[in-house]
């Protein structure tokens, strides 16, 4: 399943209403950029304002809301407020997850790793060890 979210912010500037929205693609987003951009300048270059101009100075000030999460993100929205680095750590883990579970169905016979959290542990855990040593 994608990992989506919709963000919008609402605010007045020269006595005109604005109210950009638009739905991220966290999972493209994770994936060209390796962590989030500001959602304030994604909704800028969406909704064509300049992030140069005193409209997106305005923008930025507005509280972003988050809503309709999909996926992993789903777990990690509550009240509109989005917790954008346990869904980075969590949306690693499924990567890591993906990469596992071949192995651990090939050498183990384990067909679901979810089944087996302590050695579902152990491999996540012996996975970022290697990451880490690596130079």
């Avoid at 994936?31 to 959602?39: A, D, H, W």
């Amino acid at each position: 399943m994608k990992n989506t979210i919709d963000v919008h912010v609402e605010f007045d500037y020269k006595g005109e209403s604005h109210a950009p929205r638009m739905t991220l693609d966290l999972d493209a987003l994770l994936e060209s950029k390796g962590e989030f951009p500001s959602i304030h300048a994604l909704l800028a270059k969406a909704h064509d304002i300049d992030t140069y101009s005193y409209l997106y100075e305005v923008m930025r000030d507005a509280e972003i809301v988050f809503d309709n999460a999909q996926g992993l993100a789903a777990d990690c929205l509550a009240n509109g407020v989005f917790d954008q680095d346990v869904f980075i750590a969590k949306w690693r883990d499924s990567k890591v997850l993906g990469l596992l579970q071949p192995v651990a169905q090939r050498e183990l016979g384990i067909a679901d790793l979810m089944q087996h959290p302590q050695l579902k542990n152990a491999l996540i855990q012996a996975y970022r060890l290697g990451a880490a040593s690596i130079c």
